[in-house]
């Protein structure tokens, strides 16, 4: 009787450290390392890191003169990335990545195009942010 109560008391405790360890792994952040290239040359400027659903900005790095960027304590689960010119404007395509409990996601290429709907909304979004009249 001793025993049976033992045990099952061992497996509980088990079981709700597993469950804790679950829960605090998802909680580990990530981070997103890579380079930016335009027309198949690094390009300067910033990545902004953006909320898949919304569309709203989380975090904005910069983006250095060899193209390179990271982005830190970037929690788990699907973003958006977009790449900010000069003027701090949206250019080119948006960049959709996953990042997982504690991983880093390196070595990341962000090809910049210019035919993508999603960037022409966000153009007029800050156009609109900042007074201007999107053509």
């Avoid at 959709?96 to 195009?113: A, F, M, Q, S």
Wanted: aromatic share 6%; glycine share 10%; charged share 20%.
């Amino acid at each position: 009787m001793y025993f049976s109560k033992f045990l099952m008391c061992t497996i509980v405790a088990i079981m709700i450290s597993q469950t804790a360890s679950c829960a605090a792994i998802g909680k580990i952040k990530g981070s997103i390392a890579g380079t930016v290239y335009n027309n198949g040359r690094p390009t300067m400027g910033q990545v902004q890191l953006l909320d898949p659903k919304t569309k709203g900005s989380i975090k904005t790095q910069p983006v250095n003169n060899s193209g390179h960027f990271i982005i830190q304590d970037v929690p788990p689960g699907e973003w958006v990335l977009a790449f900010l010119g000069p003027a701090s404007n949206p250019i080119g395509n948006l960049k959709y990545v996953k990042v997982l409990p504690g991983r880093p996601l390196t070595d990341l290429v962000y090809e910049i195009t210019e035919e993508d709907p999603l960037v022409a909304d966000l153009l007029e979004r800050v156009a609109a942010q900042s007074g201007e009249k999107g053509e």
